[in-house]
T-cell receptor, first 116, second 113 residues
Framework: AQKVTQAQTEISVVEKEDVTLDCVYE???????LFWYKQPPSGELVFLIRRNSFDEQNEISGRYSWNFQKSTSSFNFTITASQVVDSAVYFCALSDPTSGYSTLTFGKGTMLLVSP | NAGVTQTPKFRVLKTGQSMTLLCAQD?????MYWYRQDPGMGLRLIHYSVGEGTTAKGEVPDGYNVSRLKKQNFLLGLESAAPSQTSVYFCASSPRQGWDTQYFGPGTRLTVL
């Protein structure tokens, strides 16, 4: 069965600290897609990254980086030198083959609080 | 482009009342989705559509109906609202398959008394 686990419900850090948000997934598929979305206090969900199962290269975008490891079924997200504006709920999601890949399975989210 | 818009932004209903939430997208996307977000539960899929005239059930479809008469619009209906349907509702759309990026609307906060 499809499952996405974000074990960290809430993380609090002080500005400029590095922080890693964990995402562990379960799927029987060999082809799948993983996503991260950000939901700032304003409420709207913002797409951050999509990664397919054939591409295990880590990705870096500014202060954001993602570590995809198929061996441990993890797709972790690291924010370097965190800022107050990074405070948000972050969701990890996995493509769902049971719907013909029409839908995503979301984790329950991790709330990140960055204090000045 | 406005992207994905939702109407209304807020609504308060009494138990048993009905209402329709409207989602509109101007990106010519084939796929559209309705989610609900509850504290500690993440996003749960209610219904989705893979094209004009099609609908399918998601994880939590009970108590809701949907229609996709036009490609750009996806309507979510509550025929007889219950307090358990108090939630924030998000609409999303994506260009092709579900593995493509989903673009979300701003959400509708619904309270059922």
């Amino acid at each position: 069965a499809q499952k996405v686990t974000q074990a960290q419900t809430e993380i609090s850090v002080v500005e400029k600290e590095d922080v890693t948000l964990d995402c562990v997934y379960e799927t029987r598929d060999t082809t799948y897609y993983l996503f991260w979305y950000k939901q700032p206090p304003s409420g709207e969900l913002v797409f951050l990254i999509r990664r397919n199962s054939f591409d295990e290269q880590n990705e870096i975008s500014g202060r954001y980086s993602w570590n995809f490891q198929k061996s441990t079924s993890s797709f972790n997200f690291t924010i370097t030198a965190s800022q107050v504006v990074d405070s948000a709920v972050y969701f990890c999601a996995l493509s769902d083959p049971t719907s013909g890949y029409s839908t995503l399975t979301f984790g329950k989210g991790t709330m990140l609080l960055v204090s000045p | 482009n406005a992207g994905v818009t939702q109407t209304p932004k807020f609504r308060v209903l009494k138990t048993g009342q009905s209402m329709t939430l409207l989602c509109a997208q101007d990106m010519n996307h084939e796929y559209m989705y309705w989610y609900r977000q509850d504290p500690g539960m993440g996003l749960r899929l209610i219904h989705y559509s893979v094209g004009e005239g099609t609908t399918a059930k998601g994880e939590v479809p009970d108590g809701y109906n949907v229609s996709r008469l036009k490609k750009q619009n996806f309507l979510l209906g509550l025929e007889s609202a219950a307090p358990s349907q108090t939630s924030v509702y998000f609409c999303a759309s994506s260009p092709r398959q579900g593995w493509d990026t989903q673009y979300f609307g701003p959400g509708t906060r619904l309270t059922v008394l």
